[in-house]
């Protein structure tokens, strides 16, 4: 009985894992186990011998059992154990970046210039994109006659025989939102307002629809200076560079007097676009002192209230930015495209935040 206790508490100190110590226990205290067996011979015992060997017999089974027992509580401690050390997950690892959508460059570069004029004190008006003539035109100075009109390539929206409402047209620029933020805030104003224009042209730098960016500002004390100072800080913001060279070159727009164009360097090597190098330049901006007459026509006392205004092409800022080389892929809708030159659309761009990384 010694040999039996002392084999099977061997072996079952000894067992790797749950499957081996229920072999053990079959073979020791099974139905037909060793101990088992050892019990069928009581019969053959004197009564003597049965009531040393019975008793023995039954605490040798109750020790197996208890061993047994205390090895399994131990074998699925040690297999939860195991489970712990290798099943992690580390719960402050970043998610996996998921695939929502990406932003489009032009909105992109509108989110980011939004960002930066905000900061200057700028809020954001809207118009619409179908005007009356007289907005787009009229009111800013462009008369019928006026040969701006015809340069501006504008599509004239369709009338019925005998419809004898004012023409519309889809806006040629952003500048009749000049006039409709006029009648609707009065002076002093500060303003940009980003959107959609149409025009009928078509090649690398021009397409039917691209986007601007008008800017208004109005105030007793307004001066060229005070324009010059704002497109500047605006252009190194939106660029994150500092030696952006600009060239402002006289100009002429009906609703600005004085008025200036601004010209950006770039270089366009082997089918890129790079700026502050090379020996090109870029036109990306018309600007002015806004004309008495446009200022009245908003409603507004001329006499009393200056100011400047700007127009900057949105989709040449971004060209400029991400070094797009042809802007007709803007309007692609290629998904490939989309892909490589898209946003996360989550990065709310802010001056502290970063605008582009
Ligand atoms: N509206 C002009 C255009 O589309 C751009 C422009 C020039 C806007 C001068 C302005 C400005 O506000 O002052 O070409």
Redesign the pocket.
């Known amino acids: 009985m010694d040999d039996l206790k002392s084999k099977y508490l061997s072996q079952i100190a000894g067992a790797a894992d749950e499957s081996a110590l229920e072999t053990i226990r079959v073979a020791a205290v099974g139905k037909k186990g060793e101990v088992a067996l050892k019990m069928r011979e009581l019969g053959k015992m004197t009564p003597e011998e049965r009531q040393l060997a019975g008793p023995a017999l039954n605490a040798l089974k109750g020790e197996i059992n208890s061993a047994l027992i205390a090895k399994k509580a131990g074998l699925v401690d040690a297999a939860l154990d195991e489970r712990l050390r290798t099943e992690w997950l580390d719960v402050t690892l970043p998610s996996r970046a998921r695939r929502v959508g990406t932003l489009h460059p032009v909105s992109q570069a509108q989110e980011e210039l939004t960002a930066i004029f905000a900061e200057l004190g700028f809020s954001v008006a809207e118009g619409a994109r179908v005007e009356t003539d007289w907005y787009n035109f009229d009111a ?1 100075n462009i008369p019928g006659h006026h040969p701006a009109r015809a340069e ?1 390539d504008t599509f004239y929206m369709h009338r019925a025989e005998g419809d004898d409402r004012p023409p519309h047209v889809l806006r ?4 009749p939102v ?1 006039i409709r933020s006029m009648e609707k805030m009065g002076a002093p104003l500060r303003i940009i307002c980003p959107g959609g ?1 149409y ?1 009928a042209d078509y090649d690398q730098t021009h397409t039917p629809m691209f986007h ?1 960016v ?3 500002a109005l105030d007793t004390d307004i001066s060229m200076a005070n324009l010059k100072w704002t497109l500047e800080e605006f252009v190194k913001s939106f660029f994150e560079l500092d030696d952006i060279e600009l060239r402002f070159r006289a ?1 002429h ?1 009906p ?2 007097e004085p ?3 601004v010209d950006i360097r770039c270089s366009w090597k082997d089918g890129t676009l790079k700026i502050g190098e090379g020996d090109d330049w870029m036109e990306i ?6 004309h008495p007459k446009v200022i009245a026509a908003g409603g507004i006392d001329p006499d009393v209230y200056q100011g ?6 949105i989709d040449r800022l971004a060209m400029l930015k991400y070094g797009i080389p042809d802007l007709r892929a803007f309007f692609d809708s290629d998904l490939r495209w989309l892909r490589h030159y898209g946003f996360q659309c989550l990065d709310m761009p802010s001056l502290h935040g970063g605008l582009s990384r």
């Open positions: 800013l501006m040629t620029h952003t500048s000049q224009v025009r601007q008008e800017g208004l100009s727009f609703f600005t008025s200036a164009e901006l018309g600007s002015g002192m806004v400047f205004a700007f127009g900057i092409g």
